[in-house]
């Protein structure tokens, strides 16, 4: 299947649905990264944007991409829907997971009504939760017990935001355990991920169906300035990570922070 995971800022993806896309590079999906922003207003955009190219290193992710639209400015627009309409197309998914519609910040909630209209060909998208969002009312749960040590190895990629509540390892790994107490689904399950359906279609088997992708129109593709895009490739460089270890590359963050 191809995955395309959609954040605002530089985290978001990893916190809201981490577990399921490490467990979904792992049984050889194929996972996309598309953030918004660099985190401009929360921290140094190149270093931001560093963590994520680790972090899609780290997933094993085919490609992430970071476009360059401006932190807390992002409200629904044209070149917004434009941009989510491009990317969707270029990876074609089978599952979209993007922002909750009634999530707290508003540069999540501009990007879930951009999403739902940019994915009006795709037949399957799931909202996230990040540990501050409010108002969500899941019904699909993932189960990442197997990789929730992974998650919160991948959420510390993220060091210019260590002082943030959310990203603590007791908030990440107390959501995941609060969900899964929540979906009663099975006591030997430790650690959920959670979604909103916020659109599903289900085939003569009740999978998630995928109908055969349209062309993009020429108006579209037209519109996003693709010099401003930083693309890269996960997957290759997993491969590295795989020889070397990701500690290694954790360690050099930590010398580069002087600790
Ligand atoms: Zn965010």
């Given at each position: 299947m191809n995955i395309l995971s959609i954040g605002a800022h530089p985290d978001d993806i990893e916190l809201g649905c981490g577990g399921t896309l490490i467990k979904a590079a792992r049984e050889g999906h194929n996972v996309f990264m598309y953030v918004l922003t660099r985190g401009g207003a929360s921290g140094d955009p190149v270093e931001r944007t560093h963590e994520l190219i680790t972090s899609a290193n780290f997933v094993g992710a085919e490609k992430l991409w970071v476009d360059n639209f401006e932190d807390t400015k992002i409200t629904v627009s044209n070149k917004l829907i434009n941009h989510l309409e491009y990317f969707i197309h270029k990876s074609n998914p089978d599952i979209i997971f993007t922002h909750s519609a009634q999530d707290y910040h508003h540069d999540h909630r501009a990007i879930a009504e951009a999403t739902m209209e940019a994915s009006r060909f795709s037949q399957n998208v799931l909202a996230y939760e990040v540990p501050?969002?409010?108002t969500f009312n899941p019904q699909v749960y993932y189960d990442i017990s197997d990789v929730m040590e992974d998650k919160l190895e991948l959420i510390k990629v993220f060091w210019s935001q260590?002082?943030?509540?959310?990203?603590?390892t007791n908030a990440v790994k107390g959501l995941a355990e609060y969900r899964t107490f929540q979906s009663r689904l099975n006591t030997q399950l430790t650690a959920v991920e959670s979604f909103e359906v916020a659109k599903m279609c289900l085939g003569k088997d009740f999978e998630p169906v995928k109908l055969p992708q349209q062309p993009l129109p020429e108006t579209i593709s037209r519109n996003v300035e693709l010099d401003d895009i930083i693309e890269h490739s996960g997957k290759e460089a997993k491969q590295t990570i795989a020889e070397n270890g990701l500690g290694m590359q954790y360690d050099s963050l930590l010398h580069r922070h002087g600790e």
């Open positions: 501050i969002t409010k260590r002082n943030k509540l959310f990203t603590r």
